[in-house]
Nanobody, 114 residues
C-alpha cells in the first residue's frame, strides 16, 4: 500500500530555514521521479521542486537558489531544505510523484511570518 507522510513544517520568521521530510512506503522513491508540491490558501497546488530517478533536479523560479531537494535511497525518504524563507512560501507542502501521482498525504504546514 502506497503511503506518503510529510513532516518538518512549522512557524518560522522570514529569512529562516526549515527542512521537510517525506517518508515513502509501498514503493521505491529512487525508481520514480518525485517532487515537492505546495498549496497556499485559495491557490492551486504547484510543483516547487522535483528530482528525477536519475537524480537531476528542477525548481520553480520562485524557489530557485533557496530550496534544495534531495533523497536518501537507503531510507526511502526525500527532503526539502528551505532557506531564506519568505511569507509567500506559506503553504501546505506535499510530496508525491512527478509526473503522475499517488494518493496524497496530509501534507505539512509551513508558515512564514514577516
Amino acid at each position: 500500500q502506497v503511503q506518503l507522510v510529510e513532516s518538518g513544517g512549522g512557524l518560522v520568521q522570514a529569512g529562516g530555514s526549515l527542512r521537510l521530510s517525506c517518508r515513502a512506503s509501498g514503493f521505491m522513491i529512487w525508481i520514480n521521479g518525485m517532487g515537492w508540491y505546495r498549496q497556499a490558501p485559495g491557490k492551486q497546488r504547484e510543483l516547487v521542486a522535483g528530482i528525477s530517478q536519475f537524480g537531476s533536479t528542477k525548481y520553480a523560479d520562485s524557489v530557485k537558489g533557496r530550496f534544495t531537494i534531495s533523497r536518501d535511497n537507503a531510507k526511502n525518504m526525500m527532503y526539502l531544505q528551505m532557506n531564506s524563507l519568505k511569507p509567500e512560501d506559506t503553504a501546505v507542502y506535499y510530496c508525491n510523484r512527478d509526473p503522475g501521482e499517488f494518493p496524497w498525504g496530509q501534507g505539512t504546514q509551513v508558515t512564514v511570518s514577516s
